[in-house]
């Protein structure tokens, strides 16, 4: 059954960082885009970067210069960086993947707290 399960979420203070793993389960092919979402209570989930197969990357406005995505395509994973982090940040974090067939994946999510 094909997975993407996240990791690395949690409570940070203001200013703080934290660092979001994802891991596809073999059985994903030919993926294209991986990146991350995310949801508060009543809103839209939103996006939040994506990185191609090619390492071209697109960040929300909101991250740009404290987030940084990468991923390793031998592993299938990709991380999420998050420095600076804002309460406006705290949200649930979904994993994203997207194949060359539009075959779209979602992972569970994980809580991301910014709070002192």
């Known amino acids: 059954q094909v997975q993407l399960v996240e990791s690395g979420g949690g409570l940070v203070q203001p200013g703080g960082s934290l660092r979001l793993s994802c891991a596809a389960s073999?059985?994903?092919?030919?993926?294209?885009?991986m990146g991350w979402y995310r949801q508060t209570p009543g809103k839209e989930r939103e996006l939040v970067a994506l990185?191609?197969?090619?390492?071209?990357?697109n960040y929300a406005g909101s991250v740009k210069g404290r987030f940084t995505i990468s991923r390793d395509n031998a592993k299938i994973t990709v991380a999420l960086q998050m420095n600076s982090l804002k309460p406006e940040d705290a949200a649930v974090y979904y994993c994203y993947v997207r194949t060359s067939q539009a075959n779209v994946y979602w992972g569970r999510g994980t809580q991301v707290t910014v709070s002192s």
């Open positions: 990185i191609s197969s090619g390492g071209y990357t």
């Open positions: 073999a059985g994903i092919f030919n993926i294209q885009v």
